[in-house]
């Protein structure tokens, strides 16, 4: 597949280049250079095709080796894929979709306790619970008693805000899309400060995720609140997460987490550039309690400069 990409990528570079020969000999044409959004589209989709390609030769396989079927029997089609990745979705291009990435490779379904300290809109409580209860979105037939009978442990969601306007949202998100005894039972909206962390799970052992999209609450000011959409006030940008708030919050999730669980931060630096260094070098902290340098991560943190 990685041989397959570059050989893609060079002849995308490669035609570039061709039709700058064939078109410099006009005078009036201008030369088009394919710009990195598009070599990146075209090495996703061709990465694509060749894992197609491989899952239906392995399907062509199986079915001709399947000697105990009828002949008169018509094989299902093929489930297509309801999404396909795009530039936007890809996880080695845009934060979000690599966080949500990590988010899914440590996530144990009907097992964990996740929480997200800055639910905001519900977008990524939305994506946390498509995780965490991968067979109840949008499946009426599922129920809480299917997922407690899966697991000795109760999986919960946890979304904190400290603004009412942010809770009321994700919750319509929620109930939308969940069961609603996954919801009641399940899940948690908590209309407070994330800065203390550690009486916030009910069970302390399975948290296995704690996420932050710091800032402020994204949303333009309304003109006309209704029930649906809550007044958004003008001065919506000043709410935002703090330095030392966010410092003790993400010092509680440390030491909530399970082992091999994930503590995932996202900073804005024109938002709040204190914090985004403050998170960063707390972060980096945490990598060096292992290291064998000298000095160990007390030497790091006596090497963090002093910022105006």
């Known amino acids: ?72 029997t018509i094989p299902a089609p093929k489930k297509q894929q ?23 490779s440590t996530i144990i379904p009907h097992q964990d306790t996740v929480i997200d300290a800055t639910c905001g809109n519900g977008k990524d409580c939305l994506a ?16 809480s ?19 009412s306007r942010a809770i009321h949202n994700t919750q319509r998100k929620l109930l939308s899309s969940l069961p609603s005894d996954i919801y009641y ?44 959409q809550p007044e958004t006030p003008s001065n919506y940008k000043d709410c935002k997460t703090q330095t030392q708030t966010t410092l003790n919050s993400i010092t509680d999730a440390s030491l909530l987490l399970r082992v091999g669980g994930l503590l995932s931060i996202m900073t804005y630096a024109n938002s709040n550039v204190e914090e985004s260094r403050v998170v960063e070098h707390f972060v980096e902290g945490l990598a060096m309690l292992t290291t064998r340098e000298a000095g160990g991560w007390q030497g790091y943190a006596d090497r963090i400069p002093d910022y105006d």
């Open 1 to 72: 597949v990685l041989d397959a990409t570059i050989v893609r990528i060079s002849s995308v570079l490669d035609g570039s280049n061709n039709s700058h020969d064939v078109t410099s000999t006009k005078e009036n044409d201008v030369p088009t250079t394919p710009t990195i959004e598009h070599v990146l589209d075209a090495t996703i989709v061709r990465t694509s095709s060749i894992l197609d390609d491989n899952a239906n030769n392995n399907d062509s396989q199986t079915e001709s080796n399947n000697t105990n079927s009828s002949a008169s």
């Open 82 to 104: 309801d999404k396909q990745q795009t530039y936007i979705g890809n996880p080695s291009v845009t934060p979000t979709a690599l966080a949500h990435s990590l988010w899914k």
């Open 128 to 143: 946390l619970a498509r995780m965490l209860f991968p067979d109840s979105i949008d499946d009426e037939d599922s129920s």
């Open 145 to 163: 008693s299917d997922i407690d009978d899966a697991s000795s442990t109760k999986p919960q969601l946890i979304g904190i805000d400290i603004q």
């Open 185 to 228: 039972n399940h899940v948690a909206l908590l209309t407070q400060s994330h800065e203390y962390l550690m009486d916030v799970p009910r069970d302390k052992s399975s948290v296995g995720l704690v996420c932050y999209n710091l800032g402020y609450l994204p949303g333009a000011p309304t003109s006309a609140p209704t029930l649906e």
